[in-house]
């Protein structure tokens, strides 16, 4: 099956999928986007497409589960400390499940994870800060895995693939943007076979990087790509998503219940769906084509 085929196959199912589950189909055009009312003759296109990553893509326990065990292996080794309870508190790691709470991995950036955890080995511990930032420093790594490992740790949320194909097949530009590290990133989108599809990629590692839920990064990455905020489309997981696609004007926000957070905390969202396999035909409704 080529992949125009698989392209059409994926859309009849999603639209399938939309039209009779049960989901949430949140209408807030008033609200967030005065400017883009239900009655407006001016509505917006769908000519970019922005991701999250973790918990949008890809599953968020299958790759930090085995770092984060790691991570707290290697600062014990620094330390000679008992700490991997800490860590695993620090992120809200479940080691008998293998599972995360809700987690700061999901949306900070690993300069300020490594400063709030020093913050914490130093005020709660007693461990000196400069020893504590030493400990984090040979602890930490900037990607998930390392070696041929990381094939099974990227676990798509989706049909990621043929989501993107199908977008650009029509004539829509993709980003991703994340919290993650490029080096990370890049492994993970390489895991996914769309490496070299996305159109812009932005990371939280990147100096040009504002966090999220500022409305920077979406900006610079419609600016880059010469779409128009309002004809962008933003698809995340996580309260920070959606406020920074929220807060930045995009002309559609979409939500997605596969990572962290219950329906009810994406409510900036006009969209809520259950995968991203389920915002296709949305997508592609509100698309120039």
């Known amino acids: 099956m080529n992949n125009h085929h698989l392209a059409r196959k994926l859309l009849i199912q999603s639209s399938l999928i939309f039209r009779f589950s049960n989901v949430k189909r949140v209408s807030l055009l008033r609200v967030a986007y005065p400017c883009y009312s239900s009655t407006s003759s001016e ?3 769908c000519k970019l497409v922005i991701f999250d990553k973790d918990g949008t ?3 968020f326990d299958s790759m930090w589960a085995p770092w984060c065990e790691e991570t707290a292996e290697r600062l014990e080794k620094a330390s000679g400390k008992t700490l991997s309870d800490v860590f695993y508190d620090f992120v809200n790691y479940d080691k008998k499940s293998q599972k995360f709470g809700r987690s700061k991995l ?3 950036t690993n300069a300020v994870l490594k400063d709030q955890l020093a913050e914490i080995l130093n005020k709660q511990h007693g461990i000196n800060l400069d020893d ?3 400990f984090i420093s040979y602890a930490w790594t900037d990607t998930f895995s390392t070696g041929d490992s990381h094939t099974n740790a990227v676990k798509p949320l989706g049909d990621v693939r043929t989501i993107f194909q199908t ?5 829509i530009k993709v980003a991703v943007c994340t919290s993650d590290t490029r080096p990370s990133a890049k492994l993970a989108l390489k895991s996914l076979g769309v490496a070299d599809i996305v159109d812009r ?8 990087n504002t966090p999220k839920p500022a409305p920077d990064n979406v900006h610079m990455i419609c600016k880059d790509l010469d779409v128009k905020v309002e004809d962008a489309v933003m698809i995340g997981d996580t309260h920070f998503d959606t406020v920074m696609g929220r807060d930045s004007k995009c002309g559609t926000v979409i939500g997605v219940l596969t990572g962290q957070v219950d329906e009810s905390e ?3 969202a006009h969209y809520v769906v259950n995968s991203i396999d389920e915002a296709l ?4 409704k509100n698309s120039a084509k």
Do not use: F
Request: charged residues 30%; proline residues 9%; contains cysteine.
């Open 43 to 45: 509505r917006p296109q």
């Open 57 to 59: 893509l890809t599953c």
């Open 106 to 108: 999901a949306h900070d």
């Open 132 to 134: 504590a930032n030493s």
């Open 167 to 171: 977008l650009k097949e029509y004539g």
């Open 201 to 208: 990629l932005v990371c939280g590692d990147d100096p040009d």
């Open 266 to 268: 994406l409510d900036d």
């Open 281 to 284: 035909p949305i997508l592609l």
